[in-house]
């Protein structure tokens, strides 16, 4: 059972103001609460372009997304796929498994040694969260920069440990 919703984005080259991303029951899609059911696998988010955007040479770039900080990444898979030349964005998380995570400190740890091998004991949380950036475009402006928008953020609660 899939999960999908939609969000209309904004992008700015003006560093002192934040992307527009309103999502399609007219909400901020900075950051998205979901939670998730057992019988709940995937999620996919849809990120249209603005038509105003594109007349003024918007689109997404690369893959569309700079990962920021997934929590707890091996309980999900996640991927975004840019479509539609540019215009449009698909992040899918899927493969949504566990409700067990790596305790706070020793993700941290990790990070810092990345030359160390760890042996974790996992710990119970049924809230994480996956941070992100859209990466755009303007072929207006200079083709070659790429703009990245605030981190928008999903938030899983309530997930049922497997």
């Not at 003006?14 to 999502?23: C, F």
């Not at 049924?126 to 992100?132: D, K, R």
């Amino acid at each position: 059972m899939a999960n999908s919703l939609s969000f209309e984005v904004w992008p700015t080259s003006d560093l002192n103001e934040v992307w527009k991303i309103i999502g399609a029951d007219g909400e901020q899609g900075e950051e998205v609460k979901i939670t998730l059911t057992p019988e709940m696998q995937s999620v996919e988010l849809y990120y249209e372009m603005s038509q105003q955007s594109t007349s003024e040479g918007w689109q997404f770039a690369d893959n569309g997304t700079f990962f920021v900080d997934a929590q707890d990444n091996f309980n999900y898979q996640v991927n975004s796929v840019v479509a539609n030349a540019g215009k449009s964005m698909i992040v899918s998380i899927s493969s949504i498994s566990s409700g067990q995570t790596i305790p706070p400190d020793i993700a941290i740890d990790m990070a810092a040694n990345p030359d160390k091998a760890f042996v974790v004991n996992l710990i119970t949380n049924n809230n994480f969260e996956i941070a992100y950036r859209l990466i755009a475009k303007n072929d207006h402006l200079n083709g070659n920069v790429r703009y990245f928008s605030q981190d928008p953020k999903v938030i899983f609660d309530d997930i049922d440990p497997v």
